[in-house]
Nanobody
Framework: QVELMESGGGLVQPGGSLRLSCAASGSIGGVYAMGWYRRAPGKQRELAATISKDDTTVYADDVKGRFTISRDNAGNIVNLEMNNLKPEYKAVYYC????????????WGKGTQFTVSS
């Protein structure tokens, strides 16, 4: 029983910045990591960025140096700072949680979309 509340998204100009946030509530005691998966048009969902409780981060190759993921001390809120956005970054971003012993995300948010356009 986990609820993930996403915020952010919208329309940004090329080169602009955007912040996505996600707050988790419910049974999150066993959460290992939180972060974001994305689904671009014509592509399957894939990992964008995650952060674990020991602050280990994982990023997709194309966003390294551009995106920064962070969490609060309790680990139930994560933020994704996205800088120097390009049109090809357009996607629906889904907040996710992962648990130890699981091969992939165990909970998904509804998703938030942003578009990079002038």
């Amino acid at each position: 029983q986990v609820e993930l509340m996403e915020s952010g998204g919208g329309l940004v100009q090329p080169g602009g910045s955007l912040r996505l946030s996600c707050a988790a509530s419910g049974s999150i005691g066993g959460v290992y990591a939180m972060g974001w998966y994305r689904r671009a048009p014509g592509k399957q969902r894939e990992l964008a960025a995650t952060i674990s409780k020991d602050d280990t981060t994982v990023y997709a190759d194309d966003v390294k140096g551009r995106f920064t993921i962070s969490r609060d001390n309790a680990g139930n809120i994560v933020n994704l700072e996205m800088n120097n956005l390009k049109p090809e970054y357009k996607a629906v971003y889904y907040c996710v949680i992962r648990r130890l012993g699981r091969t992939g995300p165990t909970s998904w948010g509804k998703g938030t979309q942003f578009t990079v356009s002038s």
